[in-house]
């Protein structure tokens, strides 16, 4: 009933930026649930990098704190997540997440050289 499709990753040099989009479709009820971003490094576990309530307020992983805003666009149903001063620490896949629906999106590769 709910998609999720992540766009905006590529290969960026450290100091970089980058935006991602997250378009939800299908029976979601977007404007009401809380949407998170996450990441998955080489190797490592998925890790939330960052989340946004119905309501607008925002929570950060301390690591990208600073660097990384998300933000919603009710109308669109789509979730974005700007992405500033990239480092290659933050290389990994980012997958967008509906947790009130269980529901994720297929990812899309974010990658930092130095």
């Known amino acids: 009933q709910v998609q999720l499709v992540e766009s905006g990753g590529g290969l960026v040099q450290a100091g970089g930026s980058l935006k991602l989009s997250c378009a939800a479709s299908?029976?979601?009820?977007?404007?009401?649930?809380?949407m998170r971003w996450y990441r998955q490094a080489p190797g490592k576990q998925r890790e939330l990098v960052a989340d946004i309530s119905s309501s607008g307020i925002t929570d950060y992983a301390d690591s990208v704190k600073g660097r990384f805003t998300i933000s919603r666009d009710n109308a669109k149903n789509t979730i974005y997540l700007q992405m500033n001063n990239l480092k290659p620490e933050d290389t990994g896949v980012y997958y967008c997440?509906?947790?009130?629906?269980?529901?994720w999106g297929q990812g899309t590769q974010v990658t930092v050289s130095s």
């Open positions: 299908g029976k979601i009820i977007f404007s009401t649930k809380t």
């Open positions: 997440a509906a947790p009130a629906y269980r529901s």
